[in-house]
Each structure stands twice: as structure tokens, then as C-alpha cells.
């Protein structure tokens, strides 16, 4: 099974998880999606200073400029492994 398949896989096992992962966890899984299948942030800045969810998921996004999508990818594919167990 090629990286991009493993990744698939895993995207599809974070969706079946026996329970529900922390905030941060889930921020990590997030950016480091968002990283690997679009590379850095490529959004601007949510507009509403209120939006607190929006906010907190672009910076999770952004702190990971430079990043390969590999590099991404794999370390998704890693923590969906972890939290499986």
C-alpha cells in the first residue's frame, strides 16, 4: 500500500474512532490534513476575531508552514494509528 493510500485509509479509520479525540488532537489532525493534501495555508485570516474555532484551526494550519505534504501525511497516517489503539 503506496503513502497516499495508507492515507486515505487513515482518514477513513479517524472517522470510527472508539471515542471522540481531545481538542488539541483533533487541531493536530486538522492541520496536518489540511497540510498534506494542500500544502502550507493558502487562506486568509478568518475576518471574525470571534470565531474562536476558525481562528484556532488556521494558526494549527499555519505553524506548520514549510512542512512537506509527505512529511504530513505520514505523521497523520501515524496518529490515527495511535489513537486506533
Known sequence: MDLHQQFEQAVEDSKTLSEKPSN???LQLYSLYK???EGDVNVDPPANPF???AKAK???WSELKGKSK???IQEY???VAKLKN
Open 24 to 26: 488539541d488532537t483533533l
Open 35 to 37: 497540510q498534506g493534501t
Open 51 to 53: 470565531d474562536f474555532v
Open 58 to 60: 488556521f494558526e494549527a
Open 70 to 72: 509527505e512529511n504530513a
Open 77 to 79: 497516517i501515524d496518529l
